[in-house]
């Protein structure tokens, strides 16, 4: 895991074993915060969930028309249990 300091959470991760799912992640998560703020609103776990969950639906749509479910599985396998 890597370490998460504002550097990595406002620019991203770049070299990082995971660092393309951890990159979706902290961009869903930032979207759901800026998204409530005007309601005032607390995010919940379950809305972030459903959004991964979105997500993922709709990579798995475009890695299979490409014929990419190999990296696409490779990508999501951690969190595809959660989901």
């Not at 915060?33 to 309601?39: A, V």
Request: net charge positive; hydrophobic share 45%.
């Amino acid at each position: 895991m890597p370490d998460l300091n504002i550097s990595n959470i406002i620019l991203g991760i770049d070299s990082e074993k995971n660092g393309a799912i951890i990159n979706l992640i902290l961009t869903v998560f930032k979207l759901i915060i800026y998204k409530s703020r005007p309601s005032g609103q607390m995010p919940s776990v379950q809305l972030f969930i459903n959004q991964l969950s979105f997500y993922e639906k709709i990579e798995r749509n475009i890695a299979r028309k490409r014929d990419k479910l190999a990296y696409h599985f490779k990508k999501w396998t951690n969190l595809l249990s959660i989901l």
